[in-house]
């Protein structure tokens, strides 16, 4: 399975919670993706959308000596996820989108703490003396403190270029675009029409505003018409961060996913 993080994020953040998902299913392995202009995935050139970031990863599919049968998404690394899936032509067995709304979002409703995020961080491109000061700002600008000691793991030491310090490494315009194409496209026909065989698992969390009313409304919908083959969960106790408020419910719930398609 590829596992795909959201934005800003590395492949890092679900190393621990996948570790435990292959344990109860050792027939199964995992690949954790840096997303263009994430974590270790820097320099590629625009377009920044979801296409091409699909694309990416068929290429990179394309060098590993193994089946890609599944894909797991959270967030914009849902909507990729979902990109993915609709590249590949039902090739895929399983596609797990986690608090990932696949209608587009013109407003931004849902994503508004994120795109302040972002204007923030395009606001501090400057050169930091310590990452202390990089997390103040942070806090300055209304953010908590967990999100900006998590932020900071992208800083990158600047040396010998007339400045001493720390500066945000990620593109932080490249982002920018990347965002903007997600809120702009619309991928509910690959979960209202799973492409091939595949099957889909939906994880909500109860308290999200990514996934707003209407979203859950049309999944039951389509759960409910194709109830062998599209399954949603509401995990309870969770906000968007669904596999960090609620990991042990969000193992669960994909051991039995990939327990169900090992046995299939």
């Known amino acids: 399975m590829l596992v795909l993080h959201g934005i800003l994020g590395t492949k890092s953040n679900w190393r621990a919670l996948i570790k435990r998902v292959i344990a109860t299913n050792p027939t199964w392995g995992a690949l954790l993706v840096d997303l263009r202009n994430h974590g270790e995935s820097r320099g590629f050139p625009p377009p920044h959308t979801l296409e091409a970031a699909a694309q990416d990863l068929v290429r990179l599919t394309q060098t590993?000596?193994?089946?890609?049968?599944?894909?797991?998404?959270?967030?914009?690394?849902?909507?990729?996820?979902?990109a993915y899936a609709r590249a590949v032509h039902g090739e895929l067995h399983r596609l797990v989108v986690v608090d990932s709304t696949?209608?587009?979002?013109?407003?931004?409703?849902?994503s508004e703490g994120t795109l302040r995020v972002v204007e923030l961080l395009a606001e501090m491109r400057g050169v930091f003396p310590t990452r202390e000061a990089f997390v103040a700002e942070l806090l300055a600008g209304g953010q908590s403190r967990e999100l900006a000691t998590w932020l900071a793991m992208n800083l990158e030491r600047v040396e010998g270029e007339g400045a001493t310090g720390f500066r945000f490494g990620l593109d932080i315009d490249a982002v920018c675009a990347m965002l903007d194409d997600y809120l702009a496209q619309d991928l509910w026909d690959v979960v209202a029409r799973p492409p091939g065989r595949m099957g889909v698992e939906v994880l909500i969390g109860a308290d999200s505003t990514v996934v707003d009313a209407d979203d859950r409304t049309r999944f039951a919908h389509i759960a409910a018409e194709q109830p062998a083959r599209v399954h949603v969960h509401l995990v309870h106790g969770a906000g968007h961060w669904v596999h960090v408020d609620q990991p042990d419910a969000t193992v669960a719930l994909l051991a039995e996913a990939f327990r169900a398609d090992a046995t299939a």
């Open 102 to 110: 696949p209608g587009a979002r013109p407003d931004a409703t849902g």
């Open 64 to 82: 590993v000596e193994v089946r890609v049968d599944a894909i797991v998404g959270h967030s914009y690394g849902g909507k990729v996820a979902m």
